[in-house]
């Protein structure tokens, strides 16, 4: 019997070990849903895949959520709370040049939060962070990295007056909007360059009416009432130059901006039912497109580079073509969302994540689920409230033996 066992024994271990090496090194894709809902100071985060809810974080108020470049961290911004939370999403990838591994934990609060009066934009770029507060007269930079060990590294930039503005972190620098001179109150003059010790650098520049700000590859802009400000990066320091409106547009300006992902270009507002792309390196750097209706909530989309979707208040998506300049699709997805009332009534949001599009529903408690392909609606995915603010992270990657791996079944459902 023995000389019968060890043959099968051996075997025995010979698939062990296959199983162990197929086990070492598996694809994973993990996508999860940040959501807040409109009036209670919740955020819900949602496994992507199957709609499961995984946890359900207290805050202090309503929340706009943002998340980081790394997709590491999800920041719960609270402005009539006076509160920035931080979020773990517990999704990470680790670069390795031919591959990305990727480790999946569940999320969590993290310990790390930010105070000040009316906390407002949120601008990251390369694991910094610039928070805004519209009632103070400076804004905080500070790191992920230090977020997520459970530090604060944050510097105060001096922003001259409280006011509605914005700053965008550089390295060692800054750049921050300048408020009136005549009325704090009003929209911002223009934007100059502040070392984080407090030293300004060259002259200021002029933009009257300053109000939306997005980034796209290199650049980051802030719209004027004159065009855009375009800030790179020479070295360690950021360089502004202006980009003027083409004399061919009609009378207007842009106040709110989104930026492209694997192309560069701006997306912005141009009155309440026209959008404008804009393109920075084009002599014709500035293409109107007319939209349906009033538009709603509008989202690039980082997996399919040439388009975009702009919700409009008559309940459709509409899938923009960047490259031609055109709407390509239209679908219904809710019933109409008029855009008269208050301008934070609750409203839908989109967020994409890998082959789908999410639209929140927030007066039918609801997430509506397209497929990026042909924008045919999946299963809706039901949540308590007034689901409003949405975020997505996640990707695929390898993960490796020995790392630990949870599901969404092993992620608590509640946390505060």
Not at 145 to 155: E, M, P, T
């Amino acid at each position: 019997m023995k000389k019968l066992l060890l043959p099968l024994s051996i075997a025995a271990i010979l698939l062990g070990a296959a199983g162990s090496a197929t086990a070492a090194e598996e694809d994973v894709t993990a996508w999860r849903l940040f959501v807040a809902d409109h009036d209670k100071p919740v955020v819900n985060v949602i496994d992507a895949l199957d709609g499961d809810t995984l946890n359900t974080f207290t805050v202090k108020g309503p929340a706009s959520l943002y998340r980081s470049e790394s997709g590491a961290t999800v920041f719960a911004v609270q402005g009539s709370a006076g509160t920035v939370s931080t979020i773990a999403s517990g999704i990470a990838f680790h670069d390795h040049g031919d591959h990305a591994d990727i480790d999946v934990d569940p999320a969590k609060m993290l310990s790390t939060q930010f105070t000040g009066q009316k906390p407002g934009h949120f601008v990251e770029r390369q694991g910094k962070v610039a928070q805004w507060f519209d009632g103070e007269r400076y804004a905080l930079v500070y790191s992920e990295a230090a977020v997520q060990d459970g530090k604060s590294d944050a510097k105060k930039v001096d922003v001259v007056a409280p006011h509605r503005g914005v700053a965008v972190p550089y390295d060692n620098y800054a750049v921050v909007s300048i408020p009136n001179p005549d009325d704090a109150s009003e929209r911002p003059v223009g934007a100059r360059i502040v070392g984080l010790d407090g030293k300004k650098v060259g002259n200021d520049i002029a933009c009257p009416g300053l109000h939306g700000s997005a980034g796209s590859g290199d650049t980051y802009a802030l719209s004027c009432e004159t065009g855009l400000l375009l800030v790179t990066q020479k070295g360690d320091t950021p360089e502004i130059r202006h980009l003027p409106y083409s004399s061919a547009l009609p009378k207007g300006s842009v106040s709110t901006l989104i930026g492209g992902k694997g192309m560069q270009y701006f997306i912005g507002n141009y009155g309440p039912d026209r959008i404008v792309l804009i393109d920075p390196s084009d002599a014709q750097s500035f293409r109107l497109v007319q939209l349906p209706t009033r538009r709603v909530h509008f989202a690039v989309d980082p997996v399919r580079p040439k388009y975009a979707y702009v919700f409009t208040e008559d309940g459709k998506l509409n899938q923009i073509d960047v490259l031609k300049g055109e709407i390509t699709k239209s679908v219904r997805v809710t019933e109409p969302y008029s855009m008269d009332g208050h301008w934070n009534d609750p409203r839908p949001r989109i967020a994409v994540a890998e082959d789908n599009i999410f639209i929140t529903d927030p007066l039918q408690s609801k997430i509506h689920v397209l497929n990026a392909a042909d924008l045919k609606e999946g299963k809706a995915i039901s949540v308590e409230g007034h689901p409003f603010n949405i975020v997505a992270v996640g990707g695929s990657g390898k993960m490796h033996g020995g790392e630990h791996h949870h599901d969404h079944h092993d992620a608590d459902h509640k946390a505060e």
